[in-house]
């Protein structure tokens, strides 16, 4: 009975620790935590946009076009492999961004298709 026991406490110990609840899958969005900053190109439009990705992968901050000399709010998300999709204006007549985060650098494209316009972004963190 004591070697049942002692095979029950051993397994029990072994599914506490392997199945612990402080597991934190947000270490690699941790990694794009910081502010970004950019550029973005385009036959009908250009500019820069700078981006504060936040712990949570959530992605706010702005984009200012020389072309039509306004400034826009951008918002969105990262996921953990870096993936990048945020709304530059709002989601009916704005551009959208998507991209990948590579290290410290930053690529994509953009799309706005109200306007038929696109292009390409990229920047780096700071």
Request: hydrophobic share 30%.
């Amino acid at each position: 009975m004591k070697h049942i026991t002692m095979v029950l406490l051993v397994f029990m110990s072994m599914l506490g620790t392997s199945c612990s609840s402080d597991d934190d899958n947000s270490s690699d969005t941790l990694a794009y935590e910081g502010e970004w900053s950019g550029t973005y190109t385009g036959v009908q439009d250009n500019g820069s946009w700078t981006m504060q990705i936040n712990a949570d992968g959530t992605v706010s901050g702005t984009a200012s076009s020389q072309v039509f000399n306004g400034t826009y709010t951008v918002s969105g998300f990262v996921q953990e492999n870096g993936d990048l999709t945020a709304t530059v204006g709002n989601a009916s007549s704005g551009a959208l961004f998507t991209g990948q985060l590579d290290g410290s650098n930053a690529s994509g494209t953009w799309n706005n298709a109200t306007a038929n316009m696109s292009g390409e972004w990229s920047g780096s963190q700071q």
